[in-house]
C-alpha cells in the first residue's frame, strides 16, 4: 500500500511540475485563443527581460517551440516542452524530482542568474 502511496504521490508531482511550467507559458496567451502567438511570446520576453530577468536568443527559442512551423505555440507544443524540461530535471529517470534534484536545478537557475 505505502509504494502505491508514493508512486501516485510521485506521478502527481510530476503532472503538477509539467502543469506549472506549461501554466505559466500560457499566461502569455493574453487573448484567451488557447494557443500563444509570436506577438504574444515576444511581449512576454520583452516583459521578462524589463524586469531583470533574460530575454536570451528568443528568435532561435521560437524557432525550437514553434515544432510545427504554424507562427503559434500550442497546448501540445507546451506539453511537450514541459515533458522534455521535466526529464531533463529527472536525473535517475525514476519519474519524479527528488528534493536534491529541484536544488540542482535551482542551483543551476542562479548561476545563470549571477553569471550574466
Not at 517551440?65 to 497546448?75: E, I, P, T, V, W
Not at 501540445?76 to 514541459?82: T, V
Amino acid at each position: 500500500m505505502r509504494v502505491v502511496l508514493i508512486a501516485a504521490l510521485a506521478l502527481a508531482a510530476s503532472q503538477a511540475a509539467a502543469a506549472g511550467a506549461g501554466g505559466r507559458l500560457m499566461a502569455a496567451d493574453v487573448n484567451g485563443d488557447g494557443k500563444i502567438s509570436k506577438a504574444e511570446f515576444d511581449a512576454m520576453v520583452a516583459a521578462r527581460a524589463a524586469s531583470g530577468g533574460s530575454g536570451g536568443d528568443h528568435a532561435a527559442m521560437w524557432s525550437r517551440l514553434d515544432a510545427d512551423g504554424d507562427g503559434f505555440l500550442s497546448k501540445a507544443e507546451i506539453a511537450k516542452l514541459a515533458e522534455r524540461r521535466f526529464s531533463r530535471l529527472d536525473a535517475n529517470h525514476d519519474g519524479a524530482l527528488s528534493s536534491d534534484e529541484l536544488q540542482a536545478m535551482r542551483l543551476a537557475r542562479q548561476g545563470r542568474v549571477g553569471g550574466q
